[in-house]
């Protein structure tokens, strides 16, 4: 059976890994939004930007220069087909209710990194996307879900503390707080992610027959 993931916990170590990479990775949102006008080279640093949960996954220091790496641009043709797959159907599962396009969203939330770190190829990285998220797609979204509520508290609080009696250098510090925490929002997504994938892939994280269908 597929690995149960643990709400709290999954964000705390998704924190933690956010935390070791944060200026990394603000580097590498930096050159991607950079040179994101550059045909060709724009299509590799997307994909490269989309498995960077799998770098993190790894236990290192993204080094954010990995965006230019010319693997990522090799298998540019089965990437598109992999997300007209992916967005076409998450969309034709929003016009039957919304909630089919949502299951579907969180069926492959890992296809795209395994497109990537595993060389699957599309069709292979949806269904294994589909069958390790199997039993853990509710865990998922309630681990994004509490991890923007935590946020949205968090710089309310700071918003709150620091606007008590509209001292100006205080609310100065606070807004910069609070920007630095928004700025972190990127960053602790990624690595929750990144603890998502990990966990998901594991060596003995899943195993029930290919035949079985998927559940939320």
């Not at 994101?36 to 490269?48: D, E, R």
Request: hydrophobic share 55%; glycine share 10%.
């Amino acid at each position: 059976m597929a690995k149960k993931l643990e709400v709290i916990p999954t964000i705390q170590e998704g924190i933690s890994v956010a935390l070791v990479n944060y200026l990394s990775i603000l580097a590498a949102v930096v050159l991607y939004v950079l040179t994101i006008w550059i045909p060709y080279l724009n299509v590799g640093t997307t994909i490269a930007m989309a498995s960077l949960p799998a770098e993190m996954a790894k236990g290192n220091v993204v080094n954010p220069l990995f965006i230019f790496d010319g693997k990522y641009r090799r298998n540019m043709g089965e990437f598109f087909i992999l997300m007209a797959l992916m967005y076409g159907a998450v969309s034709v599962g929003f016009m039957f209710g919304i909630i089919p396009g949502i299951v579907l969203g969180y069926a492959w939330y890992i296809a795209i990194i395994l497109f990537v770190d595993k060389d699957r190829n599309a069709l292979e990285a949806l269904r294994e996307s589909n069958q390790l998220t199997y039993g853990n797609k509710m865990r998922i979204f309630c681990i994004e879900l509490v991890l923007g509520l935590a946020i949205v508290i968090a710089c309310g609080i700071i918003t709150g503390i620091f606007s008590i009696g509209h001292v100006g250098w205080l609310e100065g510090i606070g807004m910069f707080l609070t920007v630095v925490l928004v700025v972190f929002v990127v960053p602790a997504m990624l690595g929750v992610q990144a603890v998502i994938y990990k966990a998901l892939t594991a060596p003995g994280a899943f195993s029930r027959q290919s035949g079985e269908a998927a559940s939320a």
